[in-house]
């Protein structure tokens, strides 16, 4: 048997399996997802606004369960930081932080509706010139 014929037959024999796995993993629930205590300090940051003083957050994490000295993970200056310090009392999600917590409470991201009347968001005083007989010289078409 030729190679080539070996390497046909070894992808004859993984796509069967292949196949035998998905037939076994149909009806099968997804796993519950994994219940990180940061992921649910930060999605509790979310819902109060995106920033908590940190009494606040130490209070949230108290309520969760989890050790204050296990926030620091959270902090760290290395990799995806997750939150913030502003000067002052005051911690910040930062916007990997958010999306985290928005996936973590089920939510999609929201962003304003846009604008498709450029005339809507142009100054009052333009706006109301937009089709005067003086610009339509300009148009072209």
Request: hydrophobic share 35%; aromatic share 8%.
């Amino acid at each position: 048997m030729s190679e080539t014929e070996q390497a046909e037959k070894l992808i004859e024999e993984a796509e069967a399996l292949l196949e035998r796995a998905k037939a076994l993993l149909k009806g099968v629930p997804a796993p519950e997802p994994v219940n990180d205590p940061g992921v649910r300090v930060m999605a509790e940051i979310l819902m109060r606004g995106g920033s908590v003083s940190r009494r606040e957050l130490y209070e949230i994490a108290a309520g969760i369960g989890m050790d204050k000295r296990g926030l620091g993970g959270l902090f760290r200056q290395t990799g995806q930081t997750c939150l913030y310090e502003l000067p002052g009392d005051r911690v910040l999600l930062t916007p990997y932080g958010a999306e985290k917590a928005q996936r973590f409470i089920g939510r999609s991201p929201q962003y304003p509706e846009p604008q498709p009347n450029f005339a809507r968001a142009a100054e009052p005083s333009f706006a109301e010139d937009w089709n005067s007989a003086e610009d339509s010289i300009y148009d072209d078409a």
